[in-house]
C-alpha cells in the first residue's frame, strides 16, 4: 500500500531527445507527487510536483503527467541535455507525512 | 535563496559508538524529517519530528536512534551504537506547514556519508 514502483531503472537519451520515467502508486490517500533530482554526492532536490487536481504541470523541459484513475503519474524531459544526467526518484506523500521514494532511475544523457 | 545545512559532510567511526548528526533546517520550517540512502539505493525515511516531539518513525528507527532540537535552530540524529549497516548518507530535510494543515515542499541537505568500520 506504501509502495511507489518507479521504471525504468536506467535511461541512455541522446542529446535533444526525450526521457520518460514512470511512476505507480498504490494508496489512494496520496496528495503529493515530487519529482527530485540528484547527483551524485548531493541531496535530492526537488524538480517539479503535482498535486492530483491537476492533470499536468509544466515548468520549463520538465513535464509532470498525472492519471488519477490508474494511479500512475510520469515524468517527461524535452530536449534533454547531457546536464540531465542524473538519477530521478519520483516520491509520493499524504499531508506532512514522510515521503515515499521510489527505487530511482539513472538518466544518461549522450551528445 | 535559504537552504537546508547539515554537518559534518562525512563521519568516520568505529562501531559501537556513538555519533551526531547535525541538520540546521531552514529557518521558518515547521517539519523536520531524517532519510538515509544506502549506496544506490532509494532514500528511506526514519523519522519526522514537529512541535518538539517525533511524529511517524519508521522500523529501522529503533532504540539505537534519536532526535532532538536542542536549541530552535539546530535538528540532530544521534546513533547511539553503530552498526556496520548504518553506514548511508543521512539526509535532514525541513517543510513549512500551510495553515490548511498541508506540507509544504520538503527541501533536502546535502547529506552526511557515514562510514562505520
Known amino acids: 500500500q506504501q509502495q511507489v514502483k518507479q521504471s525504468p531503472q536506467s535511461l541512455i537519451v541522446q542529446k535533444g531527445g526525450i526521457s520518460i520515467i514512470n511512476c505507480a502508486y498504490e494508496n489512494t490517500a496520496f496528495d503529493y507527487f515530487p519529482w527530485y533530482q540528484q547527483f551524485p554526492g548531493k541531496g535530492p532536490a526537488l524538480l517539479i510536483a503535482?498535486?492530483?487536481?491537476?492533470s499536468e504541470k509544466k515548468e520549463g523541459r520538465f513535464t509532470i503527467s498525472f492519471n488519477k484513475s490508474a494511479k500512475q503519474f510520469s515524468l517527461h524531459i524535452m530536449d534533454s541535455q547531457p546536464g540531465d544526467s542524473a538519477t530521478y526518484f519520483c516520491a509520493a506523500s499524504k499531508g506532512t507525512d514522510k515521503l515515499i521514494f521510489g527505487t530511482g532511475t539513472r538518466l544518461q544523457v549522450f551528445p | 535563496e535559504p537552504e537546508v545545512t547539515q554537518t559534518p559532510s562525512h563521519q568516520v567511526t568505529q562501531m559501537g559508538q556513538e555519533v551526531i548528526l547535525r541538520c540546521v533546517p531552514i529557518s521558518n520550517h515547521l517539519y523536520f524529517y531524517w532519510y538515509r540512502q544506502i549506496l544506490g539505493q532509494k532514500v528511506e525515511f526514519l523519522v519526522s519530528f514537529y512541535n518538539n516531539e517525533i511524529s511517524e518513525k519508521s522500523e529501522i528507527f529503533d532504540d539505537q536512534f534519536s532526535v532532538e532540537r536542542p536549541d530552535g535552530s539546530n535538528f540532530t540524529l544521534k546513533i547511539r551504537s553503530t552498526k556496520l549497516e548504518d553506514s548511508a548518507m543521512y539526509f535532514c530535510?525541513?517543510?513549512?506547514?500551510?495553515?490548511?494543515?498541508?506540507?509544504?515542499?520538503?527541501?533536502f541537505g546535502p547529506g552526511t556519508r557515514l562510514t562505520v568500520l
Open positions: 530535510a525541513s517543510s513549512l506547514i500551510w495553515t490548511s494543515g498541508s506540507a509544504d515542499e520538503q527541501f
Open positions: 503535482i498535486r492530483p487536481d491537476v
